[in-house]
């Protein structure tokens, strides 16, 4: 079975661009999260959907924002790109949302110069 | 609020054992999961504990609770980053939250 996908692999932008990041959950899989990796640390946690909706969010600016579609797969768009937002960003997804492990895909690197 | 806790760096030699700790704390009911993390591959899960008894303690909170993860007889290839992972909480101000992880560096 594929796990979690995302795409792009790389990814290189200039300050005050936009960028979309995508990901598909494992097939069944009706939970995606997402994550920023800042290089030599933990993932901080970004948003957590379910069923389409924004159920959990972490301390990240509104220029961070997220949706979910019927097919369950993701998008993370982050606006006014900043040099520090250049980092790994992972997509988890679970069956559900309490208690169940989350799947982790490969990440999209950003560099943002 | 919710937070965790590990031990930056643990340094041992083939074939010993080795414990990795991860303290949290939490106002919820939260599953505690534990990931590897290799170079260049996706975090893996190892291992999962759900915290089925705290409901029998009163309101969920829950400090300073240590959660180990325990690796026995480590080979070279066990060298890696482990990160606990705090999740599955009842209240959706409840953030999921990563440790900071912790480098094990297996001598050969």
């Known amino acids: 079975d594929a796990g979690v996908t995302q795409s792009p692999t790389h990814l290189i932008k200039t300050r005050g661009q936009h960028v979309t990041l995508r990901c598909s959950p494992i097939?069944?899989?009706?939970?995606v999260s997402w994550y920023q990796q800042v290089l030599g640390q933990g993932p901080q946690f970004i948003f957590q959907?379910?069923?389409?909706?924004?159920?959990g969010r972490g301390n990240f600016p509104d220029r961070f924002s997220a949706r979910q579609f019927p097919n369950y797969s993701s998008e993370l768009n982050v606006n006014a790109l900043l040099l520090g937002d250049s980092a790994l960003y992972l997509c988890?997804?679970?069956?559900?949302?309490?208690?169940?492990?989350?799947?982790f895909g490969p990440g999209t690197r950003l560099t943002v110069t | 609020s919710n937070s965790v806790k590990q031990t930056g760096q643990i340094t041992v030699s083939e074939g010993a054992s080795v414990t990795m700790n991860c303290t949290y704390t939490?106002?919820?009911?939260?599953?505690l999961f534990w990931y590897v993390e290799y170079p260049s591959k996706p975090l893996q899960l190892l291992q999962r504990?759900?915290?089925?008894?705290s409901k029998n303690f009163g309101g969920g909170n829950i400090k300073d609770k240590n959660s180990p993860i325990v690796k026995y007889s480590v080979q070279v290839s066990d060298s890696a980053v482990y990160y606990c992972?705090?999740?599955?909480?009842?209240?959706?101000?409840?953030?999921?939250?990563f440790g900071k992880g912790t480098r094990l560096h297996i001598l050969p």
């Open positions: 939490s106002t919820g009911y939260p599953t």
């Open positions: 504990e759900t915290m089925e008894n």
């Open positions: 992972l705090l999740g599955g909480c009842r209240n959706r101000d409840d953030k999921i939250i």
């Open positions: 097939s069944g899989h009706k939970s």
């Open positions: 988890a997804s679970s069956p559900g949302m309490q208690g169940y492990e989350q799947y």
């Open positions: 959907y379910y069923e389409k909706e924004e159920r």
